[in-house]
């Protein structure tokens, strides 16, 4: 093949593979918000506001870019993830590219380029690059506005670059490529630090042009020059310089009186004339080394500048502002995520600290105090920087009795599972050994958070539920029936409906890790240097990352997005692997149809075998449940509402739906959780939109950073504090009113935790708190018994807000947490109103629960709920389990409503909204069953016993499902799973109870009775 024929199709191919991939993740792409981050990306995107550390200005200005395009408010979010798609089908044109490279390298290394090779080498790539667009982390970033699609395309972008730059070691300007290299990893610190992951790899590409040979000693001297890069750049240039910003701005305001930020323009240009006068002195004097060094260090701080846009727009009081990196030194802060506190990969302390806590002593036998990180806040009154908490010998330091090396067990919340995981005995309360950290961290860590996540995407996919080292969920699976019944050590024969056909269950066969292995072997034996060029990436991107990030136990949600990179190389080894088999069936017998007849027999193995297994549950264009999820909560709010929420899901897609389509304005939304930062407070005490700022009587200065963290409990008075009484408390200076927790610091304290908050019942009447007509159940006061330690900032903050609403605006709350502190220990003095509680002055007893939590009031119920939209078109939709956990809350509501329905006599609007729930929340599809178990009841209740059968027969078939596959099980995985089999019996037991209760069918009573004894006798061996 000529090589300008072969180069033709590289490119045509190339495109294919783009669109292709462009096709399919538009076609997939979800329509609007999704859940997590991707609320509050879309958002500051769109006005280039201030997101969370350590930010993604880059992200968030292309984000604007692609809004202007969305037509209309409501398309925003669309434009927004479809520079996702876009950017993850550069990914794999990159991807391709950088793969022809690397097997035409092996393909030609003796030889000529035939025709052969030339539609192996192509062929090859092709199948690699389109295993990675149909892969599962990958494509599930693809699609929703997330910082990892593009982090990726930058990761192959930078690749791609290096290997161009390679070609043109030897040609003059060849190093326009370094400077250009430079350029895209300073912009990728404006979208994630995972696309830094890949120097090493780069540097190794010139490190391989460097050495001729390898020695043991100049391969050590390699490494640590690549890592050293690494370093050098994440850990050095950037912190150093912003310090540098930080140190300028300090002294030329304090120290010489001169205007704020000046001190930052005047580092700017130190800079600038820095760079100007290096550059001109290595050119005069040809210092080519050290010139082009220079010019790679300024490209990259020119790529860096994208961050310019937070300090600028963080100025402009942007409504999202968090952490208001609004000077050079809260920058800094910003870009070290100052507000997640400080930890130590490779030395820290342990959770088991809780038990054993030992100061560390100096030589006198007294604590050694340390100090902290000075605070700086800009006082406009003085004209300079002013500290504003302790930091002078503030800390005590503890001792190293509980510390050690490569610490992997540090939470103490998640003590439980690392003893588990690591084999430690629960009772024990000693210093886990290093050789138990490690156990955590190969066992877990690399095992379980790493190399089940890279099966996933190559060998197959058990279900879309979250795992916990359980057999059931979130476990890799092949399809491969003995293979996966010995990993599992469960049949796979006679699997409830459920369990096969959840979408999520993904099967390959193995097929495409198979690819990969081979592939690995093959480039590791034919091209070594290029092997460990692509291990290097492979490991920063997968293990490194996992190292780094020291992930706990059963975190919130699976973490596979963020260790994507490490699947792009895999994937690189799938079409490495396609070669390896042309080019060993080719050495027997050598033919054009052999060299087209192998990709694609592996095109149909791998990528295609992919894509049909992925598609249904990685499509997205129908789906509208985190939409339609955070409008029922805003609709659940009165106008001019405060609604505090807690978590992401029930923030950002809220955040997304008042700033991109200005939808419920009027409403101020407080996350409990942000609100323990003086920067959130401040924001919140400010106008926006409609939205009136929050009742408060503190002020900054009585809040700020270091003042009142936390205020402790003495207890000296019994008696209850009129609320207001209490935040005058709180509010004052008076030494009486604090307590010396140690040596010189002192601390607010209150001296009861017994408060009481007066009802203006005419203020309630008259702002709609309560309706007229349940004005005789208004009390007369609520009394609130918070916590008998201690008050930290956020909850003081809260109790601010309660006391001085007097009853103006309505109080909401979102739920899903059950701590009493969140719904400010009035969890008595609630009202279920659609999807939102509002605190009334009614008290309701709760019995059941976070479930059963707040008065009903029917008729307001009922309205919000005819309202609601469920979020899911088209009849074969897929509920992913973000949805599928959000919509307990729908059910549960739903239920509650045609219970208070049924007491009042309503039974058309009972029957109406009972089959509103079962109509459009199926059952199979929407599982939780222990919240469907209400139907059969309810519908005899309303004397339809037909539905209440239908409803019964629908969950006793998946009951019994479950139960006969468990009773296949053997002895030793039966008392694993007692558990889950006694669930199941309960849950069967409770529609039998009903069905014996209610039933006036004898026939149909007899046969379910008859049923459940016999699903009981399934076990009777078992149990014996």
């Given at each position: 093949m000529k090589e300008n024929t072969y180069q033709k199709w590289n490119i045509i191919l190339g495109w294919i593979v783009f669109i292709a991939s462009l096709i399919t993740y538009t076609l997939t792409l979800e329509p609007t918000v999704s859940f997590w981050d991707c609320g509050e990306y879309i958002s500051t995107s769109v006005k280039l506001e201030v997101g969370h550390p350590p930010g993604a200005p880059l992200f968030q200005m292309l984000g604007a870019f692609f809004a202007m395009f969305s037509g209309s408010s409501s398309n925003v979010a669309y434009m927004v993830n479809f520079m996702s798609g876009l950017a993850s089908a550069f990914t794999i044109l990159f991807m391709f590219w950088s793969l022809t490279n690397l097997i035409k390298r092996v393909a030609i290394k003796d030889s000529e380029l035939t025709t052969n090779k030339g539609i192996a080498i192509l062929g090859s790539a092709f199948v690699g690059s389109l295993t990675y667009t149909f892969s599962d982390s990958f494509w599930f970033s693809a699609v929703e506005a997330e910082v990892y699609a593009m982090s990726s395309f930058?990761?192959?972008?930078?690749?791609?670059?290096?290997?161009?730059?390679?070609?043109?070691?030897?040609?003059?300007?060849?190093n326009k490529w370094l400077i250009l290299i430079s350029l895209v990893i300073g912009l990728s610190f404006g979208v994630h630090i995972l696309s830094l992951l890949v120097i090493p790899s780069i540097v190794f590409i010139y490190l391989n042009h460097y050495y001729k040979k390898y020695t043991i000693k100049n391969f050590i001297i390699a490494n640590v020059i690549a890592i050293g890069t690494l370093i050098f750049i994440f850990k050095f240039l950037f912190p150093f310089t912003l310090k540098f910003f930080s140190a300028s701005e300090l002294f030329f305001i304090n120290n010489l009186g001169l205007p704020f930020h000046t001190g930052t323009i005047i580092a700017g240009i130190i800079i600038i004339v820095a760079f100007y006068f290096g550059l001109n002195y290595t050119r005069n004097h040809k210092q080519y080394l050290a010139n082009t060094a220079l010019l790679s260090i300024l490209f990259v701080m020119i790529g860096f500048s994208c961050w310019l846009m937070l300090p600028i727009r963080a100025n402009t009081n942007t409504t999202i502002n968090e952490n208001n990196p609004s000077s050079a030194r809260e920058l800094l802060a910003y870009y070290n995520r100052e507000q997640y506190g400080d930890s130590n990969i490779f030395y820290d302390t342990y959770y088991s600290s809780k038990y054993d806590r030992q100061p560390a002593l100096d030589a006198n036998g007294e604590p050694i105090m340390e100090d902290v990180?000075?605070?700086?806040?800009?006082?406009?009154?003085?004209?300079?920087?002013?500290?504003?908490?302790?930091?002078?010998?503030?800390?005590?330091?503890?001792?190293?009795?509980?510390?050690?090396?490569?610490?992997?067990?540090?939470?103490?919340?998640?003590?439980?599972?690392?003893?588990?995981?690591?084999?430690?005995?629960?009772?024990?309360?000693?210093?886990?050994?290093?050789?138990?950290?490690?156990?955590?961290?190969?066992?877990?860590?690399?095992?379980?958070?790493?190399?089940?996540?890279?099966?996933?995407?190559?060998?197959?996919?058990?279900?879309?539920?979250?795992?916990r080292m359980d057999p059931f969920n979130g476990n890799w699976l092949s399809g491969i029936k003995p293979l996966d019944q010995f990993m599992l050590d469960l049949p796979q024969d006679n699997l409830p409906t459920e369990v096969k056909e959840n979408k999520g269950r993904n099967l390959y066969y193995g097929i495409p890790f198979l690819l990969g292995m081979i592939g690995l072997f093959y480039q590791s034996s034919k091209d070594k240097r290029n092997f460990y060029n692509l291990l290097l990436f492979f490991a920063?991107?997968?293990?490194?990352?996992?190292?780094?990030?020291?992930?706990?136990?059963?975190?919130?949600?699976?973490?596979?997005?963020?260790?994507?990179?490490?699947?792009?190389?895999?994937?690189?080894?799938?079409?490495?692997?396609?070669?390896?088999?042309?080019?060993?069936?080719?050495?027997?017998?050598?033919?054009?149809?052999?060299?087209v007849a192998i990709p694609t027999i592996c095109l149909l193995a791998s990528p295609i075998l992919m894509a049909s297994q992925n598609w249904d549950d990685h499509d997205r264009s129908n789906k509208y449940t985190a939409y339609f999820n955070a409008k029922a909560y805003l609709d659940s709010c009165d106008k001019n509402a405060i609604l505090f929420t807690i978590g992401d899901n029930d923030t950002f897609p809220l955040w997304y739906m008042q700033e991109v389509e200005g939808y419920r304005t009027d409403i101020k939304i407080i996350n409990t959780s942000l609100l323990a930062t003086d920067w959130y407070i401040d924001q919140m005490k400010r106008k926006t939109y409609d939205a009136a700022p929050i009742p408060s009587q503190l002020t900054h200065e009585q809040y700020r950073f270091g003042t009142l963290d936390v205020a402790y409990h003495t207890g000296q008075v019994k008696d209850r504090w009129d609320i207001h009484n209490f935040m005058k408390w709180i509010s004052v200076s008076n030494k009486k009113t604090y307590i010396e927790i140690s040596e010189g610091k002192y601390e607010k304290f209150y001296p009861t935790n017994k408060l009481r908050l007066t009802v203006d019942?005419?203020?309630?009447?008259?702002?709609?708190?309560?309706?007229?007509?349940?004005?005789?159940?208004?009390?007369?006061?609520?009394?609130?018994?918070?916590?008998?330690?201690?008050?930290?900032?956020?909850?003081?903050?809260?109790?601010?807000?309660?006391?001085?609403?007097?009853?103006e605006r309505p109080i909401y709350f979102t739920g899903g947490s059950n701590a009493d502190e969140e719904y400010l220990w009035l969890k008595d003095h609630l009202q279920l109103d659609g999807l939102a509680f509002q605190l009334v002055p009614i008290k309701t007893e709760n019995k059941y629960g976070i479930l059963g939590m707040g008065r009903v009031d029917t008729d307001k119920l009922y309205a919000q709920i005819k309202n609601w939209d469920f979020g899911h078109h088209g009849e074969d939709f897929y509920l992913d389990p973000e949805s599928r956990k959000n919509s307990i809350s729908y059910r549960n509501n739903i239920s509650r409503l045609v219970e208070a329905l049924i007491n009042e006599g309503k039974l058309d609007k009972a029957e109406e909204m009972l089959d509103l729930s079962y109509e459009k929340m199926p059952i199979e599809k929407y599982e939780q069953y222990g919240v469907c178990l209400g139907f059969p009841e309810q519908y005899?209740?309303?004397?339809?016993?037909?539905?209440?059968?239908?409803?019964?027969?629908?969950?006793?078939?998946?009951?019994?499902?479950?139960?006969?596959?468990?009773?296949?099980?053997?002895?030793?995985?039966?008392?694993?799973?007692?558990?889950?089999?006694?669930?199941?019996?309960?849950?069967?037991?409770?529609?039998?109870?009903?069905?014996?209760?209610?039933?006036?069918?004898?026939?149909?009573?007899?046969?379910?009775?008859?049923?459940?004894?016999?699903?009981?006798?399934?076990?009777?061996?078992?149990?014996?």
């Amino acid at each position: 093949m000529k090589e300008n024929t072969y180069q033709k199709w590289n490119i045509i191919l190339g495109w294919i593979v783009f669109i292709a991939s462009l096709i399919t993740y538009t076609l997939t792409l979800e329509p609007t918000v999704s859940f997590w981050d991707c609320g509050e990306y879309i958002s500051t995107s769109v006005k280039l506001e201030v997101g969370h550390p350590p930010g993604a200005p880059l992200f968030q200005m292309l984000g604007a870019f692609f809004a202007m395009f969305s037509g209309s408010s409501s398309n925003v979010a669309y434009m927004v993830n479809f520079m996702s798609g876009l950017a993850s089908a550069f990914t794999i044109l990159f991807m391709f590219w950088s793969l022809t490279n690397l097997i035409k390298r092996v393909a030609i290394k003796d030889s000529e380029l035939t025709t052969n090779k030339g539609i192996a080498i192509l062929g090859s790539a092709f199948v690699g690059s389109l295993t990675y667009t149909f892969s599962d982390s990958f494509w599930f970033s693809a699609v929703e506005a997330e910082v990892y699609a593009m982090s990726s395309f930058l990761m192959a972008l930078l690749f791609w670059l290096g290997l161009k730059w390679e070609k043109s070691f030897s040609e003059p300007r060849g190093n326009k490529w370094l400077i250009l290299i430079s350029l895209v990893i300073g912009l990728s610190f404006g979208v994630h630090i995972l696309s830094l992951l890949v120097i090493p790899s780069i540097v190794f590409i010139y490190l391989n042009h460097y050495y001729k040979k390898y020695t043991i000693k100049n391969f050590i001297i390699a490494n640590v020059i690549a890592i050293g890069t690494l370093i050098f750049i994440f850990k050095f240039l950037f912190p150093f310089t912003l310090k540098f910003f930080s140190a300028s701005e300090l002294f030329f305001i304090n120290n010489l009186g001169l205007p704020f930020h000046t001190g930052t323009i005047i580092a700017g240009i130190i800079i600038i004339v820095a760079f100007y006068f290096g550059l001109n002195y290595t050119r005069n004097h040809k210092q080519y080394l050290a010139n082009t060094a220079l010019l790679s260090i300024l490209f990259v701080m020119i790529g860096f500048s994208c961050w310019l846009m937070l300090p600028i727009r963080a100025n402009t009081n942007t409504t999202i502002n968090e952490n208001n990196p609004s000077s050079a030194r809260e920058l800094l802060a910003y870009y070290n995520r100052e507000q997640y506190g400080d930890s130590n990969i490779f030395y820290d302390t342990y959770y088991s600290s809780k038990y054993d806590r030992q100061p560390a002593l100096d030589a006198n036998g007294e604590p050694i105090m340390e100090d902290v990180e000075p605070k700086y806040e800009m006082d406009k009154e003085s004209g300079k920087y002013i500290i504003v908490n302790d930091y002078k010998k503030v800390r005590e330091k503890t001792s190293d009795k509980h510390k050690g090396f490569i610490p992997r067990m540090v939470m103490p919340s998640s003590e439980p599972y690392y003893k588990s995981i690591a084999g430690i005995p629960s009772k024990s309360q000693e210093k886990p050994t290093f050789a138990q950290n490690i156990t955590f961290m190969v066992k877990y860590q690399f095992g379980y958070m790493y190399f089940r996540y890279l099966f996933w995407n190559f060998i197959g996919k058990q279900n879309d539920e979250q795992g916990r080292m359980d057999p059931f969920n979130g476990n890799w699976l092949s399809g491969i029936k003995p293979l996966d019944q010995f990993m599992l050590d469960l049949p796979q024969d006679n699997l409830p409906t459920e369990v096969k056909e959840n979408k999520g269950r993904n099967l390959y066969y193995g097929i495409p890790f198979l690819l990969g292995m081979i592939g690995l072997f093959y480039q590791s034996s034919k091209d070594k240097r290029n092997f460990y060029n692509l291990l290097l990436f492979f490991a920063f991107t997968g293990f490194a990352i996992i190292f780094y990030t020291n992930p706990r136990p059963f975190e919130p949600r699976e973490r596979d997005y963020a260790i994507v990179g490490s699947f792009y190389i895999f994937a690189m080894w799938v079409g490495f692997g396609v070669y390896a088999i042309f080019e060993k069936i080719d050495s027997l017998k050598s033919s054009k149809a052999i060299a087209v007849a192998i990709p694609t027999i592996c095109l149909l193995a791998s990528p295609i075998l992919m894509a049909s297994q992925n598609w249904d549950d990685h499509d997205r264009s129908n789906k509208y449940t985190a939409y339609f999820n955070a409008k029922a909560y805003l609709d659940s709010c009165d106008k001019n509402a405060i609604l505090f929420t807690i978590g992401d899901n029930d923030t950002f897609p809220l955040w997304y739906m008042q700033e991109v389509e200005g939808y419920r304005t009027d409403i101020k939304i407080i996350n409990t959780s942000l609100l323990a930062t003086d920067w959130y407070i401040d924001q919140m005490k400010r106008k926006t939109y409609d939205a009136a700022p929050i009742p408060s009587q503190l002020t900054h200065e009585q809040y700020r950073f270091g003042t009142l963290d936390v205020a402790y409990h003495t207890g000296q008075v019994k008696d209850r504090w009129d609320i207001h009484n209490f935040m005058k408390w709180i509010s004052v200076s008076n030494k009486k009113t604090y307590i010396e927790i140690s040596e010189g610091k002192y601390e607010k304290f209150y001296p009861t935790n017994k408060l009481r908050l007066t009802v203006d019942k005419q203020a309630v009447l008259k702002n709609g708190i309560v309706k007229q007509k349940d004005a005789d159940l208004i009390v007369d006061y609520m009394d609130l018994d918070v916590d008998d330690r201690g008050l930290t900032k956020n909850r003081i903050l809260m109790l601010d807000i309660l006391a001085n609403n007097n009853w103006e605006r309505p109080i909401y709350f979102t739920g899903g947490s059950n701590a009493d502190e969140e719904y400010l220990w009035l969890k008595d003095h609630l009202q279920l109103d659609g999807l939102a509680f509002q605190l009334v002055p009614i008290k309701t007893e709760n019995k059941y629960g976070i479930l059963g939590m707040g008065r009903v009031d029917t008729d307001k119920l009922y309205a919000q709920i005819k309202n609601w939209d469920f979020g899911h078109h088209g009849e074969d939709f897929y509920l992913d389990p973000e949805s599928r956990k959000n919509s307990i809350s729908y059910r549960n509501n739903i239920s509650r409503l045609v219970e208070a329905l049924i007491n009042e006599g309503k039974l058309d609007k009972a029957e109406e909204m009972l089959d509103l729930s079962y109509e459009k929340m199926p059952i199979e599809k929407y599982e939780q069953y222990g919240v469907c178990l209400g139907f059969p009841e309810q519908y005899y209740l309303l004397n339809k016993p037909e539905k209440a059968q239908k409803a019964a027969d629908v969950l006793i078939n998946i009951f019994q499902e479950k139960l006969i596959y468990f009773s296949k099980l053997n002895s030793s995985n039966i008392n694993y799973l007692f558990d889950e089999i006694e669930t199941e019996f309960k849950l069967y037991q409770t529609i039998a109870a009903d069905i014996n209760k209610y039933e006036k069918d004898e026939t149909y009573k007899k046969k379910v009775e008859d049923e459940f004894i016999a699903h009981i006798k399934l076990f009777e061996d078992m149990m014996n």
